[in-house]
Each structure stands twice: as structure tokens, then as C-alpha cells.
């Protein structure tokens, strides 16, 4: 089973850049869409960004203009790379990919990282 790790969480001003990182264990299939989500304090966890294996991308209203997602297939990586921060961006970050056919996700999810937009 796929085992995901995310990275690069950390405490950042607002209008400040964050990369975060997600790698996979094991070869990502292509099947597989991978995604970036959030969770805040008291709310649902919620999908932030999403690429297919073949590179087309989509983001959260919320997001747009200010995130991008990327993915290096030989590198089994994912990344978010987090522009123009703001407070309401603080969340733990979790990044998963959702079969295209079942729409099952890899389990277990990995354990987020932490990110802190203050001043």
C-alpha cells in the first residue's frame, strides 16, 4: 500500500511563500488523481488542489491565482508550491490521490503538515 509523507509546513507572514512537499512510497498510478487538502481547526478537511497523472490541474476557488500544484511522476513527488499566503490559509495540509474509477483514496491518510500564516 501506498505510504504518503507530506513536508515543509512551518510558521510564515501573511504574503508569504510556503513549498509543500508529498512523497509516495511506491510508484503513484496514473489511475490515481493526487491531490492537497486542508484542515483548520473545527472545519471539514477540504480539497485545496488536484492533478492528474497527466498534468491537468484544479483548485479551489479560494486558492486560485495564489496556489500551484505540480507532480514529478519519475520522483513519485507531489507539490504544492503556496503563494501570497494568508491567516485563513493556516491549516494542517494532507495530500492524497483518489482512484479515477472506484473513487477510493489511499489509506491510511499520511499525518499532514502544519501551516501557520501570522504575524
Known amino acids: 500500500q501506498v505510504q504518503l509523507v507530506e513536508s515543509g509546513g512551518g510558521l510564515v507572514q501573511p504574503g508569504g511563500s510556503l513549498r509543500l512537499s508529498c512523497a509516495a512510497s511506491e510508484y503513484i498510478s496514473s489511475t490515481y488523481t493526487m491531490g492537497w487538502y486542508r484542515q483548520a481547526p473545527g472545519k471539514q478537511r477540504e480539497l485545496v488542489a488536484a492533478?492528474?497523472?497527466?498534468?491537468?490541474?484544479n483548485y479551489a476557488d479560494s486558492v486560485k491565482g495564489r496556489f500551484t500544484i505540480s507532480r514529478d511522476n519519475a520522483k513519485n513527488t507531489v507539490y504544492l508550491q503556496m503563494n501570497s499566503l494568508k491567516p485563513e490559509d493556516t491549516a494542517v495540509y494532507y495530500c492524497?490521490?483518489?482512484?479515477?474509477?472506484?473513487?477510493?483514496?489511499?489509506?491510511?491518510w499520511g499525518q499532514g503538515t502544519q501551516v501557520t500564516v501570522s504575524s
Open positions: 492524497n490521490g483518489r482512484n479515477l474509477f472506484s473513487g477510493s483514496y489511499y489509506t491510511p
Open positions: 492533478i492528474t497523472s497527466g498534468g491537468n490541474s
